[in-house]
């Protein structure tokens, strides 16, 4: 528990100081300009830490780091721990001569969409051929082959390489057995070094990347999804201790959510659903170790969908909607008991029952509030500044959300009538002047609400800051689309004016 002790001393050592204002901005790695068709942790990335820096902003929240699968989401990878390949800059390989420019053509173009076919087409074979020129006797590269978990991810990528992209269930050998595997990994010995190689370059610019930043005072903020995919390494070589199973060792149920107010029928995730009672005998061995990987990776970390640690939603692995789950009892803060206070945001959205609030109590973790939720009439709504305590990472939109300004836009009616008064009564509590006069002058209210909230943390992504529309959004939660996970933005967007908008708000209501 190396990396928890690490974490509860740097904690007590600064438990008495008051927690810092900050402000951020949320930013996918996608979503960075690059000439190659995808954002990378190349000099893009490097230009927003001074973009943030510029903008008096202290936290980048980045998504899910892992390795995408079908339909691109990073929240249904094939590996925890494991990173996206796609995110690893081309131009930097060029300059350390393992590519030409030439080889590098094919994927130009700096495209405001993502075209994750022609990424799956073409980059991965730029990596192998920039793999085939990189010297053997590398003694960090050495060093690398060894670590078991990148090991694994090569193993299963190999296989499923072999077998032409195919889940896992229906590979000749679809559970890992050491002595199958010895004789897997001798046939793909090639293949197996090149997926290591793509975890050896990625943590090398990674580690870059996260110095400059903390250097110039910006602290990255990961997400840790919580389902992992039925297709996965973890699902592959551990399923009998960490899924429900039927008697052919297929997923028993599936998660997903229940019916609500934005889905007739709920959401059905079709992830495999925990052994929480072979977890918590164990310890929560996989989960600690999990958490301690994330915790080194990133300065802080956001779960996602914490209140299915809490209680979650089991449906029938047959189903074809959600309307049949089960809510199950969840372990809670039980599951955390090694990481209390650590730098965590918890997503809390959702059905947040009384008992949810007291697990997330016990952590000490942050929880989220979401401004758009906040504007309908009910004065006790908990999205409302009004309503705020400290320990919140406020935002005016997420990435699974409308923006700001199409949610803003597409308001009508009375329920135009009752955003502006609402927004009237909250700004006018909060001592700030309100701007209705338009849409934009709406939604900078509405950011300029969220920057004097009690919130020690806020967060506003890039499309709110520009007033950009859906054709911005980033996901369509239960939805499989080329848009998704998708979009991108220019370099000449992240402008000083933009960068101004948001410093002088920072400055105004001490985040800077």
């Not at 300059?95 to 073409?122: C, F, I, M, S």
């Not at 997400?223 to 992992?228: I, L, R, S, T």
């Not at 806020?458 to 054709?471: C, Y």
Request: charged residues 25%; aromatic residues 12%.
């Amino acid at each position: 528990m190396k990396a928890a002790q690490e974490v509860r001393r740097n904690l007590s050592q600064t438990s008495e100081k008051p927690p810092k204002r900050t402000a951020g901005m949320l930013m996918p790695i996608f979503s960075l300009p690059s000439p190659y068709g995808i954002g990378t942790l190349g000099k893009a990335a490097y230009r927003f830490v001074d973009f943030l820096r510029a903008a008096g902003c202290s936290v980048w929240q980045v998504l899910p780091l892992e390795p995408t699968a079908f339909g691109n989401s990073p929240y249904s990878s094939c590996a925890t721990g494991a990173f996206n390949p796609y995110f690893i800059d081309l131009e930097s390989l060029e300059e350390d001569g393992l590519l030409t420019h030439e080889e590098l053509a094919p994927l130009a173009g700096d495209n405001r969409r993502v075209d994750y076919g022609k990424q799956y087409r073409e980059r991965i074979d730029l990596l192998r051929l920039a793999f085939s020129r990189f010297p053997q006797t590398d003694e960090a590269w050495q060093k690398f082959q060894n670590i078991e978990k990148y090991r694994d991810f090569a193993l299963f990528m190999a296989q499923k390489t072999a077998a032409r992209g195919a889940p896992c269930r229906s590979w000749p050998q679809p559970e890992y057995h050491e002595e199958q595997n010895a004789a897997l990994s001798r046939e793909h010995a090639d293949e197996i070094a090149l997926w290591q190689f793509t975890q050896f370059l990625f943590l090398r610019q990674w580690q870059a990347l996260k110095q400059y930043a903390n250097e110039m005072g910006v602290k990255i903020m990961g997400d840790m999804p919580y389902y992992v995919s039925s297709d996965s390494v973890e699902f592959w070589k551990y399923k009998h201790e960490l899924f429900q199973l039927d008697k052919k060792g297929n997923p028993a149920a599936q998660a997903g959510v229940p019916p609500d107010a934005f889905s007739e029928d709920g959401q059905l995730w079709g992830n495999p659903v925990y052994r929480w009672n072979d977890m918590g005998e164990a310890g929560y061995a996989w989960w600690n170790k999990r958490l301690e990987t994330a915790l080194s990776t990133y300065d802080i970390l956001r779960i996602d969908h914490f209140i299915g640690t809490v209680r979650y939603y089991s449906i029938p692995k047959t189903a074809k909607t959600a309307r049949s789950g089960k809510w199950r009892k969840g372990p809670g803060a039980k599951l955390f008991e090694n990481f209390q206070n650590a730098p965590i945001v918890a997503e809390d959205l959702g059905i947040v029952t009384p008992r949810v609030r007291r697990e997330l109590d016990k952590t000490g973790f942050a929880g989220m509030k979401i401004l758009q939720e906040a504007f309908d009439g009910n004065p006790e709504n908990g999205h409302k500044p009004s309503n705020f305590n400290e320990n919140i990472v406020a935002y005016t939109s997420t990435q699974d959300s409308e923006t700001l300004f199409a949610r803003v836009s597409e308001l009508k009616g009375q329920w135009r009538t009752r955003l502006i008064a609402d927004l009237k009564e909250e700004c006018k509590k909060a001592g700030i002047a309100c701007h209705t006069e338009n849409n934009q002058a709406i939604c900078d209210s509405i950011i300029e609400l969220l920057f004097a909230s009690k919130a020690n943390t806020v967060i506003v992504p890039m499309q709110d800051i520009l007033h950009l529309g859906n054709e911005a959004r980033i996901n369509a939660p239960s939805t499989v689309s080329d848009e998704n996970w998708s979009f991108r933005f220019t370099a000449d967007e992240f402008s000083r004016e933009a960068a101004e908008k948001i410093s002088e708000l920072a400055k105004k209501y001490g985040r800077a």
